[in-house]
């Protein structure tokens, strides 16, 4: 359903992407492991348009574009099908949950307010906020803020969610209402790539998990096959520093 | 002074000072008009580093910066009739330049000076929005022109809200510099006033009271605006 091939980013003299190709199919969730500065954001922020590749391909269903040259056009008919979740969540701090969620659609989809707003609290209720609907980002807690930003995303009904890193800025306590979340629309069948250092997420919920190192994917299989008998060293070395010690011995 | 205040032509001085609010209010707002969307606009330009308009602004920030606004009054004021003159000859166009009316310069004179406070003000309030918030807006189908009204410019107002009120009210207050081409507003007419008895105490005073009243408002009212902008801002009890 989505492909992206030859992916090439370069930040003045530091090469971030050197080729990536991924390919995701409906329903899939594909995990993205990797260490810190392998580009793994980057890439997700390529699939988006958000940074522009300088060179790559994209291909959405039966369209194909190029990542470097797409027009401003290509690129919206893109994002409404593509939707992302921040790390650092991003919710517009002048609009409340709701609002944050209805924006995309009355806004950037002409949808009619009063279905959107129908569409909007279907989305916080699914992700466990039908209490805080007029609630302004910052009365919110973190997870809270999160789980919103997720409803944005779902509301749209995109093809595919990209998230980059949704726990990570949260405190220990809060990541699990947001993987929960995140585990529940992955059941209900939504498409998405997820960057994360949660391995028990990427074990319990992704059937795709792929590894990234120095800009291209080493290694890429079932999370049974990464987990279990990773093939390259280099996977080998990161999952060691990463996995709970428990796990390493139960391999 | 011997006699002490002269109440009477105080109270006088008052009104007449009063009458010239409506002057000055329309250059403050007219100046605004102009300035509010043209300084955005350069302030865009700056923070985008568009290449020769934000070198054209930063020139023409330092020139307002550098100069006391009397000294821009009287180089436009004697500047743009020997332009004009030239234009006008040159097209057979049938007006005097004396006759100008000089709210005109004073809309020429305090746009021009207000843009340029304001192209920093709005660049210090861009610098202050997260680059996500923008990230968000486009990657939830907005366009860029949907971004910045919807997400970023009503964040923006919020923070540059107590620039913009510091800037206007030093605009109400510059526009007593409009006396110096005969502009009719407050100082001016009081002045003008004052001058037959030589009451210029009183009228000192009256002109003091006036802008102080003036100014008082306009801050007032830029705090009831900010607070109700800023609501989101609140935290729950
Ligand atoms: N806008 C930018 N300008 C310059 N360099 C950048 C920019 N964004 C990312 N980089 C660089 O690109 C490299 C990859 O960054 P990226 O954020 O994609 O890594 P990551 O895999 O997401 O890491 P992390 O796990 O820390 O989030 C890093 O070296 C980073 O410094
Ligand atoms: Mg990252």
Redesign the interface.
Known sequence: MLEVSDVHKSFGENDVLKGVHIQVDKGDVVVILGPSGSGKTTLLRCINFLEKADRGKLALHDTSLPLNTASKKEIHKVRQSVAFVFQNYNLFHHKTALENVTEGLIIGRKVAKKEAEKIGREALTKVGLSDKYDAFPNQLSGGQQQRVGIARAVALSPDIILFDEPTSALDPELVDEVLGVMKNIAEEGTTMIVVTHEMSFAKDVANKVIFMDGGVVVEEGTAEEIFKKPKKERTRQFLRRVLPEEYIYSI | MAEGLNISFLWEAFFIALSGVPITLLVTIVALVIALPTGFILALSRFYRIPLLRQIASVYISFVRGTPIIVQIFIIYSSIPLMLDILFKKYNIGINIYEIHPIWYAFIVFSFNTTAILIEVFRSALQSI?Q??Y?????????SV?AYR??II??LL?VAMPNLCTATVNLIKATSLGYAFSLQEITLRTKVAANMNYNYIEAYLAIFIVYLLLCSAVEYGFKVYENRLAR??L??A
């Open positions: 997260d996500g918030q990230e968000a807006a486009q990657s939830i189908g907005l366009t949907q919807r997400i009503p964040q919020v989101y801002q935290r729950m």
